[in-house]
């Protein structure tokens, strides 16, 4: 059973820069999506990223290019660097991993079967 562990989460003003980190228990191959969803109170998840084992990425278009995803072979696994954060990026942030089965990694969030506890980013106006 792999777990995932987010940290980095806490509180900035609007303009400012979080690093999440994301550390799994076991080692997670390139047969494996990673991706970063985030989630606000009685909202459903929303995709951030998604990293295939090749290392392709896919963003969702409403992030203007403000965030950067890492994928490592060693701890931890993901990161993601969040920059010219705005009070909207308020959310719980989760890690995630799902079994790539040929079709990509997609931000879908029933993709994933691997979910981290997340870590809160709040951002201040």
């Known amino acids: 059973q792999v777990q995932l562990e987010e940290s980095g989460g806490g509180s900035v003003q609007a303009g400012g820069s979080l690093r999440l980190a994301c550390a799994s228990s076991?080692?997670?191959?390139?047969?494996?999506?990673m991706a970063w969803f985030r989630q606000t109170p009685g909202k459903e998840y929303e995709g951030i990223v998604s990293?295939?084992?090749?290392?392709?990425?896919r963003y969702a278009d409403s992030l203007g290019g403000r965030f950067t995803v890492s994928r490592r072979n060693a701890r931890p696994i993901l990161e993601l660097q969040m920059d010219m954060l705005q009070p909207e990026d308020t959310a719980k942030y989760y890690c995630?991993?799902?079994?790539?089965?040929?079709?990509?990694?997609?931000?879908?969030?029933?993709?994933?079967?691997?979910w981290g506890q997340g870590t809160q980013v709040t951002v201040s106006s």
């Open positions: 995630a991993a799902g079994i790539d089965r040929g079709g990509g990694c997609w931000l879908l969030d029933h993709q994933y079967i691997y």
């Open positions: 076991h080692a997670i191959g390139q047969g494996y999506c």
């Open positions: 990293v295939e084992g090749n290392g392709y990425t």
